[in-house]
């Protein structure tokens, strides 16, 4: 199941509960509360920041 092989956070038993309990406890209240949920999971780089950009252009935070 788990084929990453740098990084040993979430191998554990305890560590793969809490990983759990923060997808089906917390992330539901951060998605709550924000403005906007990019999923990154489905979508690659190129997408998440044009995205992003369109994001900034439409709240006029920033001149592209």
Same mark, same amino acid.
């Given at each position: 199941m788990?084929? /990453?092989? @740098? ?6 038993? +305890?560590?793969?509960? $809490?990983?759990? +309990? ?8 951060? /998605? $709550?509360?924000? *403005?906007?949920? #990019? *999923?990154? %999971?489905?979508?690659? #780089?190129? +997408? @998440?920041? *044009? /995205?992003?950009? %369109?994001?900034?252009?439409? $709240?006029?935070?920033? /001149?592209?």
């Amino acid at each position: 199941m788990n084929k /990453r092989k @740098t990084n040993p956070y979430g191998k554990h038993p +305890e560590e793969r509960k $809490a990983i759990i +309990e923060s997808f089906t406890h917390v992330l539901p209240k951060l /998605r $709550a509360g924000a *403005d906007v949920v #990019i *999923d990154t %999971s489905k979508v690659g #780089i190129s +997408e @998440t920041a *044009d /995205r992003l950009k %369109s994001l900034m252009i439409l $709240a006029h935070q920033v /001149r592209i």
